[in-house]
């Protein structure tokens, strides 16, 4: 029998699959447009100071580096929430294993009673 993980990981395998499948057709669908319009668009006057500006490759470069960067940030973030977290996680996990993976409603205490 697939454990929760197994059912999780073949999800975002199929998630992942229909992305790549979306984005081909763009690319596809882009390039088409791109070569039927290429003749189209004027030739441009150089704009001032163009030469201080990054091109779009490096745009977009740098955006997924950025990315990259806080993504790391984050995963950091969340370790150490979880290490910070561990006295009560411990005990949770703990909980979950010995039921078999059901976890059991804790009973009401005085103070959730009277919220």
Do not use: H, Y
């Amino acid at each position: 029998m697939a454990t929760a993980t197994d059912m999780i990981t073949g999800l975002e395998d199929q998630v992942l699959e229909t992305v790549k499948q979306g984005q081909e057709a763009i690319v596809k669908a882009v390039r088409t447009w791109a070569d039927a319009s290429k003749n189209l668009i004027p030739d441009l006057p150089p704009l001032p100071f163009a030469d201080q500006l990054p091109n779009t490759t490096e745009i977009i470069e740098n955006a997924f580096a950025f990315a990259d960067k806080l993504l790391a940030s984050q995963r950091e973030f969340a370790a150490a929430i979880l290490d910070a977290a561990k006295p009560v996680l411990g005990a949770a996990d703990k909980a979950v294993k010995s039921n078999g993976g059901v976890a059991k409603p804790a009973p009401a205490s005085k103070t959730s009673a009277a919220a």
